[in-house]
């Protein structure tokens, strides 16, 4: 069992039922879309969008969490399509396939930051978008959620370097403070990034 199954081994939802502000800012308006979420846990996120009219398909590291996406999904009366992947690794997800695709505080072991950039970038047509929010370096300071490792948090410069072999437009990329009030696990002002790029090839 690895620390997310640990985590999401209860039946709390940890980081709420509700989506993320960023994702119902960006995408609230889409339908009939056809959306990846990586490393979407407990599956607020992926309820929500397919609650919009979407098709949405997850791809999380922990079978708890994925369990209790279903469980979320069918209590809402949608469906989710979920898959037990690390999205690390390299095709971990199809290539060119959806519409959107998303990241909300996926955070992961420094080794791995550069391949899932290249997933979440990868997995959407040309024309698609990528939209992530991710904690910045400055979140230590808040402590009000995320991983307590700097080496897993994130400053623009460092993404923007992600970006730089993708054929991608950069429609928004910005550090900003924000309150997050997700679960348990995320409450309180807090130091985000948040992305919204366009696949361009």
């Given amino acids: 069992m690895n620390r997310w199954d640990e985590k999401f081994r209860t039946d709390e939802y940890v980081y709420g039922v509700e989506p993320n502000e960023w994702?119902?800012?960006v995408l609230r308006?889409?339908?009939g879309r056809n959306i990846?979420?990586?490393a979407e846990g407990e599956g607020r996120n992926a309820v929500y969008l397919a609650r919009l009219g979407n098709r949405v398909t997850t791809y999380d590291f922990s079978k708890e969490g994925?369990?209790?996406t279903k469980r979320l999904a069918a209590s809402e009366d949608v469906t989710v399509d979920t898959n037990l992947q690390d999205i690390t690794v390299e095709g971990a997800l199809p290539r060119v396939t959806y519409?959107?695709?998303v990241n909300i505080f996926g955070h992961v072991p420094p080794e791995g930051k550069s391949q899932m950039f290249s997933n979440l970038i990868g997995c959407v047509k040309p024309g698609g978008l990528v939209v992530f929010e991710l904690y910045s370096k400055e979140q230590l300071e808040y402590g009000t959620g995320g991983p307590p490792d700097m080496d897993m948090l994130y400053s623009i410069d460092e993404i923007e370097g992600y970006l730089e072999s993708s054929f991608v437009e950069i429609i928004h990329l910005e550090k900003v403070t924000a309150d997050r009030h997700e679960g348990?696990?995320?409450?309180g002002r807090s130091s985000v990034i948040q992305g919204k790029l366009r696949r361009l090839a």
């Avoid at 348990?184 to 409450?187: D, E, G, L, P, S």
């Fill in 66 to 68: 994925i369990e209790k």
């Fill in 29 to 31: 308006r889409e339908k």
């Fill in 184 to 187: 348990r696990m995320h409450n």
């Fill in 36 to 38: 990846a979420l990586l």
């Fill in 23 to 25: 994702v119902r800012t």
């Fill in 99 to 101: 519409d959107i695709s």
